[in-house]
């Protein structure tokens, strides 16, 4: 189980940081955005990603619907999939693209904190709602 957690953090590491530079290569019209490998690298870590978090809920038991963190990280990851697109190819306005991107980084957190704290309300000890 260690191997496939180390894994799934590995590729989430590698997908916020890919997020982060193809936004800031949008943000400044890079050619870079672009070029193949940057379609096709983030394909493959996604697909490694989702199958080290599916492989994880498997093991350990947990699964979407049953458990409200995971299913909080599901509806996470649709909301932060659609942003991605607008933001790096959809978008009509560049503004558009950087209001969305911000959007997908935020909502990136949320899945983050929600995987740490196997809460779907990660912050609310914070605001005193637990």
């Given at each position: ?27 400044r019209d890079?050619?870079?955005?672009h ?96």
């Amino acid at each position: 189980m260690k191997s496939i957690l180390f894994v799934h953090i590995a590729c989430v590491i590698l997908a916020f940081a890919g997020f982060v530079l193809r936004g800031i290569w949008m943000i400044r019209d890079s050619p870079l955005l672009h070029a193949t490998w940057v379609k096709v690298v983030p394909h493959i870590n996604d697909t490694l990603l989702l199958a080290a978090g599916i492989t994880l809920a498997l093991q350990v038991r947990q699964y979407p619907i049953m458990n409200g963190w995971l299913t909080a990280k599901a509806f996470g990851l649709a909301a932060y999939i659609l942003l991605g697109t607008v933001a790096l190819k959809r978008g009509k306005t560049k503004r558009i693209r950087i209001i969305c991107w911000i959007g997908g980084l935020t909502v990136f957190g949320y899945i983050v904190a929600v995987a740490i704290s196997r809460d779907p309300i990660p912050f609310a000890g914070l605001a005193g709602l637990h």
